[in-house]
């Protein structure tokens, strides 16, 4: 879940990731206060390639 609010500091969500993963967005909620759910899941690796 997303929400639009500037905290200036705090943890890294993803810290410690060792490679990149490509993701592509499945599914968007969006509400009336501004915030959004977001559901996103891996590319395959075949697609990425451009197979």
């Given at each position: ?21 490509q ?22 690796a075949a ?5």
């Open positions: 879940m997303v929400h639009p609010v500037l905290a200036g500091r705090g943890p890294t969500l993803l810290a410690g990731l060792r490679e990149r993963i993701l592509e967005l499945v599914a968007r909620h969006d509400f009336r206060s501004g915030a959004s759910v977001l559901r996103f899941r891996p590319v395959r697609l990425q390639q451009g197979f």
